[in-house]
T-cell receptor, first 113, second 115 residues
């Protein structure tokens, strides 16, 4: 079983819809939780970063962490065609003074105009 | 500020050959990490270099190696290529300002195809 599980999709939604992307994890030692967005033929770029359980909002994006359930989510409100990309969750833990990052496999999102 | 650059962008090799990929981090970033990305396995950590020293290594065979130069540029080498090495190889640099979960800035990757 992978440490981080993420549904690969693809997820197809109409423009303006609310999108929910999710990851589950098994290692309770994970400390920081991130969401990256990766456009086709590009490297991932950091979208959101959070540490504690609860919600963090940034514009149309909300990151949610539930440490008790080992579950994180990314919500996109008023989705736009430009949001079409692969979204990767990532988590870090302290391993010998070094922050070890583990990525999910990514969910491919398509927003249809 | 220029982003992370990787060369070449695309590469086709045959089994048994070796390949060297190059990464130039963002100016001032001293940490460089390498990842392999495939559809089935996602992003898998290969290794990380900081100040010319390998600080951490993922679970890849010894055919995968790397190094970092004094100007922070990094190279990754794969010897005796196998079909399963076909992947997108991503390089990421980090400023390591806080020492905890610093943001990683990714390059566009090198698409390696092994025939």
């Amino acid at each position: 079983q992978k440490e981080v599980e993420q549904d690969p999709g693809p997820l197809s939604v109409p423009e303006g819809a609310i999108v929910s992307l999710n990851c589950t994890y098994s290692n309770s030692a994970f400390q920081y939780f991130m969401w990256y967005r990766q456009y086709s033929r590009k490297g991932p770029e950091l979208l959101m970063y959070t540490y504690s359980s609860g919600n963090k909002e940034d514009g149309r994006f909300t990151a949610q962490v539930d440490k008790s359930s080992k579950y994180i989510s990314l919500f996109i409100r008023d989705s736009q065609p430009s949001d079409s990309a692969t979204y990767l969750c990532a988590m870090t833990l302290n391993s010998g003074g070094y922050q070890k990052v583990t990525f999910g496999t990514g969910t491919k999102l398509q927003v249809i105009p | 500020k220029a982003g992370v650059t990787q060369t070449p962008r695309y590469l086709i090799k045959t089994r048994g050959q070796q390949v060297t990929l190059s990464c130039s981090p963002i100016s001032g970033h001293r940490s460089v990490s390498w990842y392999q990305q495939t559809p089935g396995q996602g992003l898998q950590f290969l290794f990380e270099y900081f100040s010319e020293t390998q600080r951490n290594k993922g679970n890849f065979p010894g055919r995968f190696s790397g190094r970092q130069f004094s100007n922070s540029r990094s190279e990754m080498n794969v010897s005796t290529l196998e079909l399963g090495d076909s992947a997108l190889y991503l390089c990421a640099s980090s400023p390591l300002t806080s020492g905890v979960a610093d943001e990683q800035f990714f390059g566009p990757g090198t698409r390696l195809t092994v025939l």
